[in-house]
């Protein structure tokens, strides 16, 4: 964060300065995990259901905190606000607004956005000093954090945005608005918050819509709701795809499930080879390269450098083998089902040949489409001919009769009431040169993961 003394964070938050001197000023970072927390900074401290912030000012000035902001005084120097939440949310507005070489980058999609928000950071850190924290920092929390890490050094600023209903990502606009913005895709997650896709897609278009006239929407091609948008935005359109300004052609996967593919701006190509897993893995480097050039790459250095993008943060596509030869795909971190069918996919590109495992779990916010969404990924697995189908609690059983009723599906469908009964599966029947999916919605599905991963293969 810039610098700013007690005083102006009192002025800016609406708070008063306890028990220090209103000249003291914060020079470091902002957190509100008092493990995390280092010399200069300013401590957050929210009152939770089970843990109290404030009652780890001490530990948090111990560590070399400047202040506290939190909604009581702690007897340590610092801002009392009414909501440390706003608070926070109001001073991401000021630092940015006064970050006059800054180039803020906002994204939003069903899936691939946390993904597409490190691609996109490993490209535009060879233009410039660049801020897009791994992790999904995308709410109303890890937004305004993600924004109060930038320091006049930064020259881009790279923010997920996710939704749960109908102008959230207006709000998070309001607070850092972006001059490029990028929307990935429309697809099935959280149906039981905004009802429909197109629902959904009205919700993820408010990014689009606060644009400027002097900036640029990169938009999917290939979703026609998304594509859509474009007429919702006075900035630029640059559409991403298999048609319009920046083009994938000629993709082809390898026996790891990496892509290739001919990348075309203009009069302009030249031949990309991923080192990161997945078919889907194209368009979310198309959508990065897109902003990257927006930013001033050029073409020549942008297909070598989508070429070396990797996976950043944990349990994306996280493939690795183990010393018996069984490949696994740990995409645990969250699932729905536009995400989980393209895992799936992955999982049929790289297990060509070989015997292919999917350990689903359930996936959370799909409403009255919970039965149907699941369904749906079961017959996918069963087209795809995944081998074993390994379903992890009683609410995902869907997916087993979504594939058990698919004729001709010659696979196997087990379900495990829990993580450790998935686990005894495998112990009991993991073979050399298996190839093994793991994915789910936080329901700790990645203790499979855990227990697959060698310990040299740190996660």
Known sequence: MIPLTLDEIASITGGRVVGGDPSVTVTGGVEYDSRKIGPGGLFVAFAGEKVDGHDYAGVAVAAGAAAILGSRDTGAPGVVVEDPLAALAALARVVVSRL???????????????TTKDYIGQLLSR????????????????????V???????????????????????????????????????GAAHLGEFGSVEGTAL?????????????????????????GMAARTAASVVLV???????????????????????????????????????????????AGAVALAAGMEFGELVTALGEVGIVSARRMDVFTRPDGVTVIDDSYNA???????????????????????????????????????ADVGRLAAVLGVDRLIVVAGNARPILDGAAGVAGWRGTGLFAADQAAAIEILQQDLRADDVVL???????TWDVADWLRPEEVSP
């Open 148 to 186: 109060l890490k930038a320091t006049t050094d930064t020259r881009f600023l790279v923010l997920e945005m996710g939704a749960r209903g109908i102008g959230h990502i207006r709000y998070l606009t309001d607070i850092a608005k972006p001059s490029i913005g990028v929307v990935l895709n429309i």
């Open 241 to 287: 795809g298999s048609s319009g300004t920046l083009t994938a052609s000629g993709i082809s996967l390898d026996e790891a499930g990496r892509a290739s593919y001919t990348l075309a701006h203009g009069s302009r190509s030249g031949h990309v080879r991923l080192a990161v897993a997945g078919e889907h893995q194209v368009a979310n480097t198309l959508a």
């Open 100 to 114: 006059d070489e800054l180039t803020v980058i906002g994204l939003t999609g069903s899936s691939g956005k946390t």
């Open 336 to 374: 729905n089902p536009s995400s989980t069918s393209a895992a799936l996919r992955a999982l049929a590109a790289m297990g060509s040949g070989r015997r292919t495992t999917a350990v689903l779990g359930y996936m959370a916010e799909l409403g009255e489409f919970e039965v149907s969404g699941h």
């Open 127 to 146: 233009l410039g000093p660049t801020v897009a924290p791994a992790g999904s920092l995308n709410n109303e929390l890890g937004f305004p954090y993600t």
């Open 203 to 227: 919700a993820k278009g408010e990014l689009v819509e606060a644009l400027p006239a002097s900036g640029v929407a990169v938009l999917n091609a290939d979703d026609p709701l998304v594509a």
């Open 438 to 444: 793991v994915k789910g919605s936080r329901y700790r």
